[in-house]
């Protein structure tokens, strides 16, 4: 702070008469060493300043002038002050000769807008001013972050390495964007409002004690809506928002690990109608009741999303220990927040639920381990899923029912103790281009009039079959990839419906596909190769396998007879013939001699058997 008030001291006291100049100073400039200095190597020095002419010598000048060139002189100014003035030693001390190391300590001493007003006395002054290293401690003392959070517009934030920035500042960018806030730093705001000559340029900044202060003081005059949450515990707050603020942790290190936010009692966040462009973002968010199975807490949750409004949730840890109740519920007509980024693990319930025609944009959250769905769409719910990644769940991954719809793309769902995903009653999901896989039972289960798209999915390496379609449902499963399944591919049964079409079926230990129990399947253009068993296996079936349900153009092995190159599926009824499929239009690969063979389930023999050249001229009822 001395150095500080010396260093401003040349700039407002008036300069020093030329016999007040230190002795050893006019020795530096005039000295043998004064062409050597290693400072003067560093920087340009500055075009000598003329002496003011006296009166006399001007009126002398003038004179010659007018001799010369026979023209009226100019007149001088009437200050009689010269355009250039002479240099002040010590001005001329501070800007070219004390060392860059000097400067700098003594800039250390400013806060931001002193700094930036020293920026503005010369372009050295300018660069050093601008050094990194000055702003990144101050940054780090105002913000906390050990990297620099960027927010270049509404509901943006991330941070950076400095290092790969391409601007070479990038600690005063960043302090530039997030100035106007309020501060959250419980026991800070004392110290800050009783040392006003400390903190004096800092007034568009604003400390509270509490969440609950901070939102509460959005009426002063400088406050832009930005709220900065630093490090620590912060315990039963109510915190219902219902205008556009923007709420960030501010910590070192792992941002989010260091703010946590938490209540026993009611929900933890609460976003209702007028919170549209809200932002809540780096941090922890818990509801952790101390009863975690009383069913007052039913319609309690870590965040709850209403009606009307569509927040932004980043790169926040959500965690709910109530056995009642989501951790995040999205329910309503216009609720439609934007979640990414965010861990929603460890929930003692449904990780997220979106009901009640609610929709959203949910991107790259890492959702594991919670006792139900790790995903809940129900009532109309039309959210857009994508890129989620969905595992190790202690029950199904996605769970669509009573309506809910969807739109689900790049998942990467896996490792759940019951299907990866999970349609039911009416349920009517979009499925794309997700990774379905190591389920502990089967991969996708469609029942009780579920119905959905499943489209170009990967659908691998699950206990049982990759596909279950049962009672009534009515799927299309199209270009998806079914392989490697400890069971079988494809698994109709129960009155089980549904297309089954380009799909490629291959290495699973049981049948490609096996059709039961009268359901009725559109199975076609698949390629079903290189199983372990059956390619398609059908049985007690025929009441409703009918024409519509054909087996049309496609590929079809049987690695029990590996001599048969073409058609090999075994179908079995409760009868003789006359109880067979109506079956037409069979593709082979060769055209060799295979035998399309009926089994009755009552008899151990074959009942009839007809080549494959039989089996394409003619259609058997």
């Not at 008469?17 to 002795?23: H, I, N, Q, R, T």
């Not at 062409?35 to 009126?59: A, D, F, G, H, I």
């Not at 009824?573 to 089994?599: C, D, H, L, N, P």
């Amino acid at each position: 702070q001395q150095a500080g008030i010396i260093f401003f001291s040349f700039f407002f006291c008036p300069p020093f008469a030329d016999e007040d100049v230190p002795a050893d100073m006019v020795a530096e400039e005039s000295g043998p060493g004064a062409q050597n200095s290693p400072y003067q190597l560093r920087r340009k020095s500055l075009p000598k300043r003329t002496v003011c002419p006296t009166k006399t010598n001007m009126e002398g000048a003038s004179t010659s002038t007018t001799e010369n060139f026979g023209h009226r002189p100019k007149r001088p100014r009437v200050s009689g002050k010269c355009q250039d003035l002479p240099a002040a030693p010590a001005e001329q001390y501070l800007q070219e000769k004390l060392p860059d190391e000097v400067v700098l300590k003594i800039f250390s001493y400013l806060l931001e807008q002193d700094l930036c007003r020293a920026a503005c006395v010369c372009k050295r002054f300018s660069e050093l001013a601008n050094d990194p290293i000055l702003w990144k401690r101050l940054y780090m003392e105002v913000f906390e972050y050990t990297r620099p959070m960027m927010h270049p517009e509404a509901g943006k934030f991330y941070q950076i390495n400095p290092e790969e920035y391409e601007q070479p500042n990038p600690w005063k960018e960043s302090f530039q964007q997030l100035y106007k806030g309020a501060h959250v730093k419980p026991g800070f705001a004392e110290h800050f409002y009783s040392n006003p000559a400390r903190y004096k340029g800092r007034d568009n900044m604003f400390y509270y004690d509490t969440i609950e202060d901070a939102l509460g003081g959005g009426q002063e005059p400088h406050f832009d809506g930005l709220i900065f949450v630093h490090s620590g515990i912060y315990t039963d707050e109510w915190i219902y928002i219902e205008s556009p603020i923007t709420m960030i942790g501010a910590a070192p290190g792992k941002v989010a690990e260091k703010v946590i936010i938490e209540n026993t009692r009611d929900s933890t966040f609460v976003f209702m109608e007028g919170s549209e462009d809200a932002y809540v973002g780096y941090m922890t968010i818990r509801f952790n009741p101390d009863d975690k199975s009383a069913q007052h807490h039913n319609a309690h949750h870590c965040l709850e999303i209403t009606v009307n409004c569509s927040p932004i949730i980043d790169h926040c840890i959500i965690r709910s220990t109530c056995t009642v109740g989501s951790a995040v519920c999205v329910s309503g007509q216009g609720a439609c927040p934007t979640i990414k980024h965010c861990n929603i693990s460890d929930c003692e319930n449904v990780g997220l639920y979106i009901t009640d025609h609610a929709q959203g944009i949910y991107e790259d959250n890492e959702i594991s381990n919670n006792a139900l769905a790790g995903i809940w769409v129900k009532n109309h719910g039309n959210p857009i899923i994508r890129r989620n990644h969905i595992h190790h769940g202690r029950d199904v991954g996605v769970f669509t029912f009573d309506h809910g719809m969807g739109y689900f793309e790049s998942c990467n769902i896996h490792r759940n103790r019951i299907a990866g995903f999970e349609v039911k009653a009416y349920a009517n999901p979009t499925v794309v281009r997700c990774e379905i896989h190591h389920g502990q039972t089967g991969g996708i289960y469609v029942h009780e009039k579920g119905r959905g798209q499943f489209i170009e999915n990967k659908i691998y390496a699950n206990n049982f079959a990759g596909v279950w379609i049962t009672s009534n449902s009515d799927p299309t499963i199209r270009g998806n990839a079914i392989f490697n399944g400890n069971q079988g591919g494809v698994y109709i049964f129960g009155d089980g419906r549904g297309l089954i079409e380009g799909n490629d079926i291959y290495g699973n230990a049981l049948a490609g596909i096996q059709i039961r129990t009268n359901s009725c399947p559109i199975v076609r253009h698949n390629k079903i190769h290189d199983g372990q068993h059956g390619g398609i296996y059908v049985v007690n079936t025929f009441k409703t396998y009918d024409m519509h349900s054909a087996l049309v153009k496609r590929w079809i092995n049987f690695p029990v007879c590996p001599f048969l190159t073409g058609l090999a599926a075994i179908l079995r009824s409760g009868g003789t013939r006359s109880g067979a499929a109506r079956m037409e239009a069979f593709w082979f690969t060769t055209q060799v001699r295979s035998k399309f063979i009926f089994y009755s389930s009552k008899k151990k023999s074959p009942d009839c058997h007809f080549t494959p050249q039989e089996v394409l001229l003619y259609t058997y009822q």
